[in-house]
């Protein structure tokens, strides 16, 4: 815990990690974090794991937020609707989205919604209802009391069922998570968030978001990158799947042809 | 303890799936059927995706059979030249099958379609099996003798072309009615991840009218080689085949398999068939109930992979 924190301060220290986004040059804050581990290796014992983000804010005052945003790597996802035909309930009216967000988390000091402004959480996509969650197949621009090209959906209001049910469906599978009071204000500016990450985590490259808020507005943030990867012989295995399905699925019948000789011996001679 | 699978990418406790393999491999050697129709509602209910499941299960199957038809091939209670012709028809059938599942699967009806072939099959053929069953006991317990069996009426498959002897099952008929039922179990194996026992043994004692003795072990036999088939197609072409899962399904699978072989040897065959019907039925009214009830979410999501 010691070594880790004074890791943390140390980044603080090296300028070019720290540098602000969106703040204007007189207040000077900055912000700037570091994982425990840059690459969470998937084995055949895992059962999620706990993601652990520190951090430590150059500037940092009392009424400031910190807020923590974790987005996992975008699938094109497919959203049906059930409906009732024939008195059993069918799949139908399937809505393509776009790019969404795997998995998501955000953890911040506070709820969101008692520090932060609308147009900066909308802006940076922070916060469920704030995500990003585009099905481009259903769009189409038109004016709308006088303003040119503006975006709606096919779907008009029905849209925000889908979305809400992409975010709810999420939520139940722990794959997106909002943690109120995840990130934990330490002393001199340090912070700590801790998330969790399931056991269907899906793979891929992870973007961690880190922003520091002050009166409404994200004056700092920053940026790091996390991978979520197979490893061992899960990824032996995956790989020869994916690259060799032809020998992976000779060796799928040879294990159950050996197996089961073996067994018919075994009993055999008892 | 969790174990994480790599292709169905979840974890799961490693002991359930062994209990699970113990069971519906002691089911398998009892009856003769594959035990997918347990299996594979389960392992979706778990929460493996359905193509994994019903993938992984052929393979699992097929350890099953393959220790199950040994057996039964050292009892030489098993058709070789029958499970044959069989085997021709289950090959078609796979690799079709294996063709309109991954169609399905890219309209998103996939579950739907599952789950209706699960009620309909099940729900026919376990209430079939469970009135003769019932009636063959009742017969028994009243004494009375089983109902001479009349000399067979020329029937409409006494008629088909392609006549040829089948010397162990001791009969002489076109080779089109088995593999007609070959096909269609093939066909069942790649999309309902059975190894479609549940149909064959019925089909070989009603319809090809083969001594119950033989049975179970053709069977098997020609489960074995489906399955086989089936795996293989999933794995090279669907890419959805969980080796790790199947391993730890195989291994309670094969040990539960021989205990329910010994403990067929056992049991009276009409109260085997009973028991097997009502397992049948109940596992249909679940799955039909799940067809029909509310839906606690209305919304499903699917991986939508590639392009559209």
């Known amino acids: ?270 | 303890m969790q174990i994480y699978l790599p292709i169905a990418e979840i974890s799961l406790n490693l002991y359930l799936l062994l209990g699970l393999g113990l069971g519906v491999g002691f089911l398998s050697g009892l009856l003769g059927v594959g035990g997918g129709f347990l299996m594979t509602p389960i392992l979706i209910f778990l929460g493996i995706p359905p193509a994994v499941a019903v993938s992984t299960q052929a393979n699992q199957i097929m350890a099953s059979s393959v220790s199950g038809a040994l057996a039964h091939w050292r009892r030489k209670s098993l058709d070789v030249k029958m499970g044959t012709v069989l085997i021709i028809g289950g090959m078609v059938g796979s690799v079709l099958g294996v063709q309109i599942f991954g169609y399905l699967q890219s309209l998103g009806q996939i579950d739907l379609v599952i789950s209706l072939c699960y009620v309909g099959f099940l729900g026919v053929i376990g209430s079939l099996m469970l009135v003769e069953s019932v009636n063959a006991i009742r017969r028994r317990m009243n004494g009375n003798p089983p109902p001479k069996r009349k000399r067979r009426k020329r029937r409409l498959i006494d008629a088909l072309p392609f006549k040829t002897r089948f010397p162990v099952s001791g009969l002489y008929m076109s080779v089109i009615p088995p593999l007609a039922i070959g096909f269609l179990v093939g066909l069942l194996a790649a999309l309902m991840g059975v190894g479609g026992g549940f149909v064959m043994v019925p089909a070989m004692i009603y319809i090809l009218c083969m001594p119950t003795s033989v049975v179970i072990g053709t069977s098997l036999f020609q489960i074995l080689f489906v399955t086989a088939v089936t795996t293989f197609l999933q794995a090279a072409q669907n890419q959805t085949v969980d080796i790790v899962l199947a391993a730890i399904l195989i291994v309670g699978g094969v040990v539960g398999a021989q205990f329910g072989v010994k403990a067929g040897a056992k049991v009276k065959g009409e109260e085997l068939r009973a028991g097997l019907a009502l397992l049948v039925v109940a596992v249909c009214l679940k799955l039909a109930w799940d067809l029909a009830a509310t839906p606690n979410d209305l919304y499903v999501l699917i991986e939508a992979g590639g392009a559209p």
């Not at chain 1, 910190?66 to 409906?83: H, N, S, T, Y």
């Not at chain 1, 932060?116 to 209802?129: E, P």
Request: hydrophobic share 45%; charged share 25%.
């Open chain 1, 1 to 270: 815990m010691i070594r880790t924190l004074t890791f943390a301060l140390a980044l603080t220290s090296l300028p070019c990690l720290a540098v602000a986004q969106d703040a204007p040059p007189a207040q000077q804050a900055r912000i700037a974090a570091a994982l425990t581990e840059d690459v969470v290796e998937i084995r055949s014992d895992f059962a999620g794991a706990p993601l652990t983000i520190f951090g430590a804010a150059e500037g940092l005052q009392d009424g400031d937020d910190i807020v923590v945003a974790v987005r996992g790597p975008e699938r094109d996802l497919r959203v049906m609707k059930k409906e009732r035909v024939l008195g059993i309930w069918v799949n139908s009216a399937p809505v393509r989205f776009e790019s969404v967000a795997s998995y998501y988390a955000v953890a911040s000091t506070r709820p969101l919604s008692d520090f932060a402004g609308f147009a900066a959480l909308r802006r940076n996509g922070i916060g469920m209802t704030h995500l990003p969650l585009r099905a481009p197949d259903e769009e189409r621009t038109e004016t709308l009391l006088g303003v040119p090209d503006v975006v709606v959906s096919d779907l008009g209001a029905e849209i925000v069922d889908y979305r809400q049910a992409i975010v709810r469906n999420k939520t139940r599978q722990s794959l997106y998570v909002e943690a109120d009071s995840g990130v934990e204000r330490l002393e001199g500016g340090l912070f700590i968030a801790r998330l969790f990450l399931p056991s269907e985590t899906p793979v891929g490259d992870y973007t961690i978001e880190v922003y520091l808020f002050r009166d409404g507005a994200p004056i700092a943030s920053r940026e790091t990158q996390l991978q979520v990867a197979k490893a061992g012989m899960e990824r032996v295995l995956y790989d020869l799947a994916h690259d060799r399905p032809i020998l992976y699925g000779l060796l799928a019948l040879i294990m159950a042809a050996l197996s089961g000789w073996l067994a018919a011996v075994v009993t055999r001679n008892r």
